[in-house]
């Protein structure tokens, strides 16, 4: 939904896609397994430089079109919502926040962003593909120790806050008093699965249950607007 929502809040939405089949992004996934990391490679093959590709995309939507490069936001699902974190983590000087959905995450423990970057999530906590809970075998951490994570590196205050928002199904951690006002976001859907809220239904026999009647996209776009680059 995010051209119908750039259409009306007047922003360029990009959708550019990875590589390989099935197309992915180098997001750093099992980094921290060995044996899933070999088996990716084997199906996937070797790693391509996508911080680079989205860098050079960066430059050429600057250079064809009129925006404004101190409001510049990366959004993913899965694999997608992982590149985001990759790219807050290495283009934290081109982009201004990320958020992202079930998203596998790699530790990235080398992650040191030059400044704090606000992220807002939102994972489905019977998610079937990238459970909530983290994954050993694909050395993919919890939403919530991801979450803290972040909220770490943006000096945040050390303790969440609960908010119980509209949705019943939904409960919100929020790590903030962080440098910068970059606060940290976790929406945790009760019954939600791999899917994105707000969007149409997805296969729930694989995928789980989609939320329809949480707008996460336009969540994410009152959360973006608030900050904007140095």
């Given at each position: 939904g995010w051209d119908i929502l750039g259409e009306a809040e007047n922003?360029?939405?990009?959708?550019?896609?990875?590589?390989?089949r099935p197309l992915r992004w180098n997001a750093g996934e099992f980094s921290a397994s060995e044996r899933a990391g070999a088996l990716m490679q084997a199906v996937i093959g070797a790693p391509s430089d996508d911080i680079q590709f989205l860098s050079d995309l960066l430059d050429s939507v600057e250079t064809t079109y009129c925006i404004d490069s101190a409001h510049v936001y990366v959004t993913g699902l899965s694999n997608g919502g992982g590149m985001s974190n990759r790219v807050a983590c290495e283009l934290a000087d081109r982009v201004t926040a990320i958020g992202t959905v079930g998203g596998a995450y790699s530790p990235l423990e080398t992650c040191a962003p030059p400044r704090a970057v606000p992220v807002i999530s939102f994972h489905g906590v019977l998610d079937p593909i990238v459970p909530f809970e983290g994954s050993e075998d694909m050395g993919l951490p919890g939403a919530e120790t991801w979450a803290s994570a972040w909220a770490a590196r943006n000096d945040c205050a050390s303790i969440a806050t609960t908010d119980d928002p509209d949705y019943a199904v939904v409960s919100v951690m929020r790590w903030s008093d962080c440098a910068d006002d970059a606060d940290v976001i976790l929406y945790e859907i009760a019954d939600g699965g791999h899917t994105w809220p707000?969007?149409?239904?997805?296969?729930?026999v694989m995928l789980g249950k989609t939320r329809e009647d949480i707008p996460a996209s336009a969540i994410m776009w009152t959360f973006f607007q608030r900050f904007s680059l140095p």
């Open positions: 922003f360029i939405a990009v959708f550019p896609n990875g590589t390989g707000g969007s149409a239904s997805f296969a729930e």
